[in-house]
Structures are given as C-alpha cells and as structure tokens.
C-alpha cells in the first residue's frame, strides 16, 4: 500500500502563486506514476497533471502549473503560476501503483484563489 499526504494549500490573490507538495509512504518502489487532480465545490474531480513516463497537463492549466517529482524525497510538487478564482479547488495527489495501476489518494489540500 501507499500513503499519499499533501500540503501546501492556502490562500492567495490572483495572479499570486503557489507550491503544492505530496509525500508518498509505503511500497514507493510500486508507484507507477503519480499526478494531481482537483476538486470544485459542485463540480466533479477533474485531472490536472501526470507525471509518469511523460508529462502531461489538462489545458486548463498548461503554461501555468509544472509538475514535478524528487524520487529521492519520495515527493511529487505542483508548481502553480497565475493563479485565477476558478483554480480554486481541493487538490488532491494520486498514485498509480503496481502493474493494475491501483489508484491511491491522499487526503487533499484546499487551494482558494481570492482577493
């Protein structure tokens, strides 16, 4: 099994910027490939971001938010540019792990986005 624990959130004015972390425990060595997705108040979960064999980003988010990972931290980051009210979200991380792929969540952060 893996445990996921992300931090990070926060407020912050538009335009502003902010950095999200999420530490992996467990069987590390299993994880396939890790991302970030978020979740609106009324809205479904949606995918943001996919660190694996490539990167990959919704266009949501593309040219405003990098991921990253340091495997030696066993951390996965999310580095968001120009922030707007509607990136607003609880941002969780997950963990595709083994060869199923089984997916692993953490418990989420709240980022809100306001002046």
Do not use: H
């Amino acid at each position: 099994q893996v445990q996921l624990v992300e931090s990070g959130g926060g407020l912050v004015q538009p335009g502003g910027s902010l950095r999200l972390s999420c530490t992996a425990s467990g069987s590390v060595l299993s994880i396939k490939s890790m991302g970030w997705y978020r979740q609106a108040p009324g809205k479904e979960r949606e995918w943001v971001a996919t660190s694996g064999g490539s990167t990959n980003y919704a266009d949501s988010v593309k040219g405003r938010f990098t991921i990253s990972r340091d495997n030696d931290k066993n951390t996965l980051y999310l580095q968001m540019e120009s922030l707007k009210p509607e990136d607003t979200a609880v941002y969780y991380c997950r963990a595709a792990v083994g060869l199923s792929r089984v997916g692993y969540w953490g418990q989420g952060t709240q980022v809100t986005v306001s002046s």
